[in-house]
């Protein structure tokens, strides 16, 4: 098992690195062509953290534990929106619709609403939720040393996960506490697979059972989207489809992954800063694409693949080279490459 440094270790991390791929791309594109990786896409965020973190080093230390993610996420969250909404407003009075199209004092109310349909910069909606969800499940579940998850536990992240998706039917709640309600089964899964080991589970079950979930996913309910809440009219295939083929992304990465210096390893290490940079990336070139050459609003690149794949890879490349040399600069020490969307404290 390749490790990166103390507590760290290349094929998790390069889990993270095709999570925020896809995510980017999927920011980046348009079409259907994300439907089969929609459903394990965000998942595995949930998935990763589960297995990365440490419930002993917490247990007693859960205020520390608080105080460091609100460093560590929320304070990223609030800059970074706070910052881009005076920019957003400008462009929507100058430039084609956003995407957004909200008004510039209700997306400023959006940004401490935390909920994706009412930011600004939407994509940053799941960093409060994911604070949210670790919180949840760090205060939840007692840690059993070097014991895997007894039913019970893993009743209750389950009970939790269906209360999620209940309250999302009715009322999307503030920071989407609903989502991070949702995502405790997938919390729990990253704890128990770290406790019994990806490597031990049979390949079948981890690779080709997966596949038939995802196929049989994709066409009953087509896409898996967590953050507009849309888990198709048959939610329990969606949630048991997800948790397969997180399985199956972890097996692989297993199997590939041998070299702390992969290209992988180093997006997943970075992923804090791509996730927080893509957007920008991604709006600066649209904008000036719309113009100079391209006639249009905002959708019309997002659907023209041959603009949405080098503004994904751009979107990628910029923020780990910013992360790389800019990272010790006081005014950019929120994408350090220490300041990760989780940390493995194994």
Known sequence: MAVLEKGRIAWLDAVKGIAIALVVAFHCIGGEWFYPFSTFMMPLFFVAAGYSLNLQKWQARKLEFFWSRVRRILVPYFLMEICFWPLWSVRGL??????????PLEALAGIFE?????????????????????????????????????????????????????????????WGLDIALFVQGYLMLG??????????????????????LIALQVYVNGSFDM??????????????????????VMRIMQW???????????MGRRSMAIYILHPLVQIIITDILLSTIVEGDYGTIFYVWQAGVP????????????????????????WDSKSLLWENDL
């Open 227 to 248: 953050a507009s809440r849309t888990y198709g009219v048959n939610p329990l295939l969606a949630y048991i489809s997800n948790i397969g083929g997180c399985i199956m």
């Open 114 to 174: 935390g909920n994706c349909a009412s930011l600004p910069l939407i994509a940053l909606w799941f960093l409060p939720c994911f604070f949210l969800a670790e919180n949840i499940f760090l205060w939840a579940f007692p840690d059993r040393p070097g014991k895997t998850p007894i039913v019970r536990d893993i009743l209750a992240a389950l009970a939790l996960s269906a209360l999620g998706y209940g309250i999302s039917c009715f009322v999307h709640l503030p």
């Open 94 to 103: 100058y430039m084609p619709p956003v995407g957004t199209r909200l008004p």
């Open 311 to 334: 503004i994904a890879i751009l979107g990628i490349l910029l923020p780990i080279y910013v992360s790389r040399h800019w990272a010790q600069k006081p005014f950019c020490v929120i």
């Open 256 to 266: 590939l992954v041998r070299e702390s210096e992969a290209f992988l390893v180093e």
């Open 191 to 212: 704890r128990w697979l770290r406790l019994v080991g990806v490597q031990r589970l049979s390949d079948a079950w981890c690779v080709l059972l997966p596949v038939l």
